[in-house]
């Protein structure tokens, strides 16, 4: 399957979601990531084992299976624990 993880471009959001990113491409899945950031600088940081391509300014042309929201996750997490 095709796997797009999308990211804000902080290095607290990459470490965050380097776990569920390695094991989702160690399952045999591809794996790519859109980070909304406001710089392209160093993206040497964002090359993670097991991720195929890295999009910053443009928008992927590739379909996806599945779209992994990083942010959003954490938002729900954050409100599943508040209870």
């Known amino acids: 399957m095709n796997i797009l993880f999308v990211l804000g471009g902080g290095i607290g ?3 965050q979601a380097t776990p569920a990113i390695q094991a989702t491409a160690s399952e045999g899945h591809k ?3 859109k980070l909304c950031c406001n710089s392209s600088n160093d993206m040497d940081i964002f090359m993670i084992p097991g991720v195929r391509s890295v999009f910053v300014e443009k ?3 590739i379909e996806y299976d599945f779209q992994l929201n990083g942010p959003l996750l ?3 997490n954050s409100n599943v624990n508040q209870k």
């Open 13 to 15: 959001n990459i470490v």
């Open 59 to 61: 928008n992927p042309e």
């Open 31 to 33: 794996v790519d990531l």
């Open 74 to 76: 954490r938002i729900l």
